[in-house]
């Protein structure tokens, strides 16, 4: 039975909002209460979580703007049956994998790494300019390659 994953209201003046990401591929398999994707818009930023365990069936991509209440994917939900092989085919797996020790990072290492992160979503932070920016805002600026730092209040 596919459960369909519908855009939640945000607010009551907002009639649409930007699905930015998603945290799973089409087809994984997706637990309650997990989150699926994050919606941004100019007043919130929100992930939606599944409501129910199954199967993951994307409808639209991430970089969409949705309108409140459209579909953008469905949960094909698991019976009892599945749910109990599901659960010994990830436990062989497990048990096969071997998990290395995490080496240790200096802190000018995890800045680094930190820093990279931050440019590689290609979303200006706003950081070292003192401005903080909303998640729209940094969406914006990012899409008109603008500089926070040189924009000028006019309020």
Excluded: H, N, Y
């Excluded at 919130?44 to 459209?70: F, H, M, R, Y």
């Excluded at 300019?129 to 600026?141: D, E, F, K, W």
């Amino acid at each position: 039975m596919a459960i369909p994953v519908i855009v939640p209201s945000v607010g009551e003046s907002i009639q649409e909002a930007f699905l930015a990401e998603w945290f799973k591929q089409d087809g994984d398999l997706v637990r309650k209460d997990e989150a699926l994707f994050v919606l941004e818009t100019d007043k919130v930023t929100l992930e939606v979580s599944a409501e129910v365990e199954g199967l993951l069936k994307i409808l639209v991509d991430a970089g969409q703007t949705v309108a409140i209440g459209a579909k953008v994917a469905e949960i094909e939900a698991l019976v009892a049956e599945d749910r109990e092989q599901r659960s010994v085919t990830v436990a062989t797996a497990e048990s096969v994998d071997t998990v290395d020790e995490p080496e240790t990072v200096s802190a000018a290492e995890t800045e680094t790494v930190a820093a990279d992160q931050g440019l590689q979503t290609g979303l200006p932070s706003g950081e070292g300019t003192g401005i903080p920016l909303s998640p729209a805002v940094r969406r914006l600026v990012a899409e008109k390659g603008l500089d926070p730092a040189r924009i000028t209040g006019t309020g």
